[in-house]
C-alpha cells in the first residue's frame, strides 16, 4: 500500500467549557487506507469526525489535508478538496428518487447543479456517472422510486453513493450500518467493501464484525484521548482493549476477522 498520508490530525484539543472532549489526539490516514476509528460511547469518536469536517472548531492543533492545512476551512470548502462525509440520513431529499438526487449531486460537482434536470436527460457524463453509481450502490431497481419510500438500507446505500458522487479522495463513512435491519445488511457490508481503492475510508463504526472485516488499520479511542493503533489482530489481541470494552459492557471480536 502507498504510504502517502491524505489526511492528519496533528494534537487535536477540543474544550466545551470544562470538559476536554477530545483530548490531544493526533491520527495519519494513508491514502487508499481502510481506517477504523472505535470506542466505547463518549469515547469522542463524534468530535474528532466534527473536528476534521470542520463542524467544529478545535481549541489547539491542526488539520491537514494532502498536505495543505485545512484547520480554518468551512465544511463545504473541505468538501471540495476531496474530503467528504457521509449524510445524515434526514438529509435526504424525500420528495427526489436516487436517480434525480444522484443526478442533482453529480451535476453540481461537475458544475451545472443549475441546470441539472436538463442534464439529467441531455448531458451524458451526467447520465453515465448516475448510472455507474445505481449500478455499484445496488439502487439500479428502485431509481424511480421516491427516497422516502425506500427501504432504510436502500437509503444508507443512496448516503453513501451520494458521497462518492462528490468524487472524494478521503470518505468519512459514519456508521454506515446503524439502524439497518439484518436482512439488509450484508448487501451494505458488501458494497461498503468494495468501494474505489484509491479513496481512502475512515470509518466510525460500533459493529465489530463490519470493522474487523473491513479495516487495514484501526484507532482506539478512549475519554477523548487516543489509548493504542494498530492492524485488527494487534487491536483484538490488545488487553488494554478488551478491558475498555469489557468494562463498559460493550463486546469486541477477539479472533480479528471472523464475522
Not at 451524458?124 to 455507474?132: I, M, Y
Not at 472485516?213 to 477523548?224: E, K
Not at 494498530?230 to 469489557?246: F, M, Q
Request: proline share 3%; glycine share 8%; hydrophobic share 40%.
Amino acid at each position: 500500500m502507498n504510504q502517502h498520508i491524505v489526511l492528519s490530525a496533528h494534537g487535536l484539543i477540543k474544550r466545551f467549557g470544562g470538559i476536554t472532549a477530545t483530548n490531544n489526539v493526533s491520527l495519519d490516514l494513508r491514502r487508499g487506507a481502510r481506517h477504523a476509528l472505535i470506542g466505547p460511547n463518549g469515547a469522542g469518536k463524534t468530535t474528532l469526525i466534527n473536528l476534521l469536517t470542520g463542524v467544529l472548531e478545535p481549541t489547539e492543533g491542526r488539520i491537514t489535508l494532502e498536505g495543505v492545512d485545512i484547520t480554518q476551512l468551512a465544511p463545504h470548502e473541505r468538501v471540495r478538496r476531496g474530503m467528504v462525509r457521509t449524510f445524515q440520513i434526514n438529509q435526504l431529499f424525500d420528495t427526489l428518487t436516487p436517480l434525480e438526487t444522484l443526478a442533482l449531486t453529480v451535476s453540481q460537482h461537475q458544475g451545472v447543479g443549475s441546470k441539472w434536470w436538463q442534464a439529467l436527460g441531455s448531458n451524458l457524463a451526467v447520465t453515465r456517472r448516475c448510472e455507474q453509481l445505481l449500478e455499484q450502490f445496488h439502487l439500479t431497481t428502485v431509481m424511480n422510486q421516491k427516497t422516502n419510500v425506500l427501504a432504510y438500507g436502500k437509503r444508507r446505500l443512496l448516503e453513501i453513493a451520494i458521497a462518492l458522487a462528490c468524487e472524494p479522495r478521503v470518505l468519512l463513512l459514519d456508521e454506515p450500518v446503524a439502524g439497518v435491519p439484518a436482512g439488509e445488511r450484508e448487501e451494505l457490508l458488501q458494497t461498503v467493501a468494495a468501494l474505489p481503492e484509491d479513496v481512502s475510508v475512515l470509518l466510525i463504526e460500533h459493529d465489530m464484525d463490519l470493522v474487523f472485516s473491513f479495516a487495514n488499520r484501526m484507532t482506539v479511542l478512549v475519554n477523548g484521548t487516543v489509548l493504542t493503533e494498530g492492524d485488527p489482530d494487534a487491536i483484538a489481541n490488545d488487553s488494554r482493549v478488551k478491558a475498555v470494552y469489557l468494562g463498559h459492557g460493550d463486546e469486541i471480536v477477539q479472533e480479528g476477522a471472523n464475522g
